[in-house]
């Protein structure tokens, strides 16, 4: 069964501090990776797409890196700001084949960004 | 604001009644999905559409759920007889092409509390 683990539940750092978040998958045969930022009551915004060749990805303050051999993922915030405050939910894309594709979503990270 | 629309943002109604939610995707976005999110979970895929046509439904789309896209445009998600386990928050998602590298840009969701 596709499945993607996300550390920790949640997280509370101080303005300005860096903080990293964590994903384990076990989704097979791989596609790429997604991390989405999804404030309160709103839609996921996509941060970063990564394929199985990439190992690093950025996009602004964010920073994604990709081991496909350990099947682990991180997102790297620095210099956080209080409008980082939101959930960040890693998806994971499998090739289910004949141009189907299956999203696996975790259940994100709630970073709190406190001043 | 990611180009996709949804409405009613809140629906509220009482278990057995009928709700119908709209989806207007970023034009010319050819895959249309739908996602429900509860509380402290990632989205979990619901159906999808290439065009009018609906390709896949989840296991999780019972027999009161169908969702249409008549003229490829815009979606709508119906509910009959709800229930309290409906409650939830329905999330569409658009896609340009076909490749499972193509981001999807999600709308705001639909916010439904079944009483």
Redesign the interface.
């Known amino acids: 069964k596709n499945q993607?683990e996300q550390s920790p539940q949640s997280l509370i750092i101080l303005e300005g501090k860096n903080c990293t978040l964590q994903c384990n998958y076990t989704v097979s045969p791989f596609?790429?990776l997604?991390w989405?930022k999804q404030d309160t009551?709103?839609?996921?915004?996509?941060l970063t797409?990564m394929?199985f060749s990439e190992n690093t990805k950025s996009n602004g303050r964010y920073t994604a890196t990709l081991d496909a051999d350990t099947k682990q993922s991180s997102l790297h915030i620095t210099a956080s700001q209080l409008s980082d405050s939101a959930s960040y939910?890693c998806?994971v894309?499998a090739?289910a084949g004949a141009?189907?594709?299956?999203?696996t979503?975790?259940?994100?990270t709630k970073l709190s960004v406190i001043p | 604001d990611?180009g996709?629309s949804?409405n009613p943002r809140h629906k509220i109604t009482k278990r057995g009644q009928n709700v119908t939610f709209r989806c207007d995707p970023i034009s010319e976005h050819n895959r249309l999905y739908w996602y429900r999110q509860t509380l402290?979970?990632?989205?979990?895929?619901l159906t999808y559409f290439q065009n009018e046509a609906q390709?896949?439904k989840s296991r999780l789309l019972s027999d009161r759920f169908s969702a249409e896209r008549p003229k490829g445009s815009f979606s709508t998600l119906e509910i009959q007889r709800t229930e309290q386990g409906d409650s939830a928050m329905y999330?569409c998602?658009s896609q340009l092409g076909?490749s499972?590298?193509n981001?999807?840009?999600?709308?705001?969701?639909t916010?439904l509390t079944v009483l």
């Open positions: 993607v596609s790429n997604r989405y009551g709103r839609g996921p915004v996509s797409i394929t939910i998806v894309s090739n141009g189907s594709y299956q999203l979503f975790g259940k994100g | 990611t996709v949804q402290g979970q990632g989205p979990e895929f390709l896949e999330l998602a076909t499972g590298g981001e999807q840009f999600f709308g705001p969701g916010r």
